[in-house]
């Protein structure tokens, strides 16, 4: 059964950074291109950004520049370090492979940015 928890979601004040951790269960990671997604108050899930297995990156280009998604195949795990924090990133958080999978939504983690 493929689970996807995330983990590192917070309250920060703009300009602030955070680092979200999602662990992946091992029948995906190894063969999965991996993303970040969110989705803020009142509007559609968006894509954030991808990490291939063999670590190119891709950004939506609202937060190129400040955000980087990295992967750690040995451990399974996504990360995504995001810095100079807007509060417009305020959204609850995902991983999923990409494209997203229905069934592998998890519960998101919650980052609330304040000016």
């Known amino acids: 059964q493929v689970q996807l928890v995330e983990s590192g979601g917070g309250l920060v004040q703009a300009g602030g950074s955070l680092r979200l951790s999602c662990a992946a269960s091992g029948s995906i990671f190894s063969i999965n291109a991996m993303g970040w997604y969110r989705q803020a108050p009142g509007k559609q899930r968006e894509w954030v950004a991808t990490?291939?297995?063999?670590?190119?990156?891709y950004y939506a280009d609202s937060v190129r520049g400040r955000f980087t998604i990295s992967r750690d195949n040995a451990k399974n795990t996504v990360f995504l370090q995001m810095n100079s924090l807007k509060p417009e990133d305020t959204a609850v958080y995902y991983c999923?492979?990409?494209?997203?999978?229905?069934?592998?939504w998890g519960q998101g983690t919650q980052v609330t940015v304040f000016s």
């Open positions: 990490v291939h297995t063999l670590g190119s990156t």
């Open positions: 999923n492979t990409v494209p997203g999978v229905r069934d592998y």
